[in-house]
């Protein structure tokens, strides 16, 4: 059980938690939630043991490993699926150990242990979690370097999850996903067959895959039972009671000073008076649950509807390099009030799509037609890090308006959520969810005919994801967004593309039914990632027989190391007594070499796949 027991952490002066306590019982799977800068993060700082508590304590059973996402990308010239195997440090260390060991009696523990812990099984495993979170068996056999930041933190995600720790730590877990990788995810949390906590802004992740909702708020932490849909009804309800306490409180204290007030000057009633005086000191008052404000966020409306299409394309293609497109043969049409939410997997062209109708990649073949005057006003989240760190939000709507008076500057700065002392402060020292309220703001300042979102709730908390949903609704101008917030998707968009196989296609189900073709089509091809070839095989292109070779001498070491393995449990079952001396540990060597065998057959059958690829990619 992971018991915090009345703990009050303080950070750079600032009190997060004041002395709360909560038992989270094994095997539960936990949302923690809370506003931005209410002390999550921290709180998992304090659970890891790497920050001191002010006061209280938080515990944990002595033998629980607790697993987080690292702060930095795993990166070097491992592949990727030897970077998640090697997460299972007891596996991988008894694997080395066995390449050494001589003594029969070790030999049988390190075999015996390793079909405990399921070791021979480790490499599917691995490769249906990365599978899961969007890697191509290809891609598993390519060196961490050759990934981008962003899908090396996928990396971390898949070595962590394969770890399976007693108590999984997850922060933010879907900001470096697709909402592919996001509803797989959702899936393998919600059997999850230990303890988990996920910090998580995701409303769809929390009604899913949790089963209580642990709320920190104004210092307090509070266990709800239930999904998140749950939590905001009981939360509700408590708000009215308590709202109720203190009204009935409130009147408690008002009849108690009054009897002071008219009767602390008479003698005959002094005493009462003070003993009235006594109770209103010991009446603590209650704090009433209140739902701070969320700060509206509004997109100013263009000044002129334009006819439909706004954009209409034409089979066009378009990419980075003429002679590989990354799309062809795209066909498309965009009226004025379109809500249109891009699925599909990172990779597949999404990025490039948008690009494509922001005006900022021109096609290779057919025809993009723009109406006369469009305004397009795109936000993606790479642009966090363009803003000027040494400028304000003043200073960055004054950089739009000119010689316009402060006083309007000011009053705009407001517009978009930076009012007041908030308008000043320097875009360095705005926090994430701050910074992309400012660049939404920016992006929209002129009334666009037309916004694209590219991933625009990363840094929003779940209420600030709220308000970004109300703000879509009421734009009467079009409205592209790539996101994994299914949440966002559902309450906003009115139409379904799929970018994928290197085009674009309507899609003409909801999202329910998208996830059960995500999750069939990951769940199928996991077990079959290393092993079996695909249903309908494709020749391989000549520049994939450099991973080909690589999987051939994987292969071939896997086949070296378990035939070592295979003979050192023959010259122990050779010993000539060993069946009278001792039975039970022959047994345990017998097991542990058809364990052995079975593990030989796959490599075997692996290497012979790929040799066979290989072959005919040569050929």
């Known amino acids: 059980m992971l018991a915090i027991t009345d703990l009050s952490i ?34 998992f700082k304090v659970i890891r043991g790497e920050l001191a508590a ?30 998640v195997l090697k997460a299972d440090l007891e596996r991988d260390a008894l694997l080395t150990e066995a390449e050494h060991a001589t003594d029969p009696h070790r030999i049988a523990e390190i075999q015996t242990r390793l079909v405990d812990i399921d070791a021979h099984s480790a490499p599917s495993r691995a490769a249906a979690i990365l599978s899961g979170l969007g890697f191509s068996a290809a891609d ?117 000073q009054a009897f002071v007030d008219r009767f602390k000057a008479k003698a ?20 009433a649950l209140v739902t701070e404000d969320v700060r509206e966020i509004s997109f100013p409306a263009p000044e002129k509807i334009l006819s439909p299409p706004i954009i209409a394309v034409d089979n066009a293609s378009v990419g980075y390099d003429p002679a590989s497109p990354v799309l062809g043969r795209v066909t498309l049409r965009i009226d004025n009030d379109d809500r249109i939410a891009l699925l599909g997997a990172n990779g597949n062209g999404k990025s490039t ?95 666009p005919n037309m916004i694209i979102l590219d991933e625009p709730t990363n840094h929003l908390d779940i209420d600030s994801r709220g308000a970004l949903a109300e703000a879509i609704n009421e734009f009467p101008g079009a409205v592209i967004m790539v996101s994994h917030d299914r949440y ?32 069939s089509t990951r769940n199928a091809e996991a077990p079959r990632e290393r092993s079996a070839p695909a249903e309908k095989p494709q020749r391989p292109r000549a520049d994939n027989r450099g991973s080909l070779k690589k999987r051939i001498a994987e292969a071939e070491a896997e086949i070296a190391r378990v035939s070592e393995i295979i003979a050192k449990i023959d010259t122990a079952l050779a010993l000539p007594d060993i069946f009278t001396r001792d039975p039970k540990q022959a047994a345990q060597l017998s097991k542990a070499r058809a364990n052995a065998a079975d593990a030989l057959a796959r490599a075997e059958e692996q290497w012979l796949e790929a040799s066979a690829q290989f072959d005919e990619a040569a050929g």
């Open 10 to 43: 303080r950070l750079a002066g600032r009190l997060l938690i004041d002395q709360s306590s909560v038992q989270i019982t094994p095997g539960s799977r936990v949302g923690l939630v809370g506003r931005n800068g209410t002390g999550k993060s921290t709180l």
């Open 54 to 83: 002010e006061h209280g304590s938080v515990s944990l059973p002595p033998r629980w490993r607790i697993g987080s996402l690292a702060q930095e990308a795993p990166n070097g010239p491992e592949s990727l699926i030897s970077v």
């Open 140 to 256: 598993q056999l390519r060196p961490c370097a050759e990934f981008s930041g962003g899908w090396r933190m996928r990396v971390a995600l898949a070595a962590t999850l394969f770890a399976a720790p007693d108590l999984l730590l997850l922060d933010e877990p879907t900001n470096y996903l697709d909402l592919e990788g996001t509803l797989w995810l959702e899936d393998h949390l919600a059997h999850y067959p230990r303890t988990v906590i996920v910090i998580s802004h995701d409303r769809d992740l929390l009604e899913s895959s949790v089963d209580q909702i642990l709320h920190l708020e104004r210092g307090k932490l509070t266990l709800y039972k239930g999904s998140y849909s749950s939590f905001e009804e009981q939360r509700a309800a408590r708000e009215l009671l308590d709202a109720k306490a203190v009204k009935r409180q409130e009147a408690e204290r008002a009849r108690l």
């Open 268 to 287: 005959s009633k002094a005493r009462q008076a003070q003993s009235r005086v006594k109770m209103l000191e010991r009446l603590k008052p209650i704090t």
């Open 353 to 447: 799509l948008v690009k494509l109708l922001a005006g900022r990649l021109a096609p290779f073949s057919g025809k993009v037609t723009r109406a006369d005057k469009l305004s397009i006003a795109y936000f993606a989240q790479h642009q966090l890090d363009e803003l000027n760190e040494d400028a304000s939000a003043y200073d960055h709507v004054r950089k739009l308006m000119g010689d316009a008076p402060e006083a309007k500057v000011r009053a705009r700065a407001g517009a978009i959520g930076f009012s007041g002392k908030a308008a000043d402060t320097k875009a360095g020292k705005l926090s994430g969810g701050e910074k992309a309220r400012l660049l939404l703001g920016l992006a929209t300042f002129f009334g």
């Open 488 to 519: 966002l998707i559902e309450a906003c968009a009115d139409r379904l593309w799929i970018v994928a196989d290197r085009t674009v296609t309507n899609y003409d189900g909801d999202l329910d039914e998208y996830r059960r073709l995500v999750l």
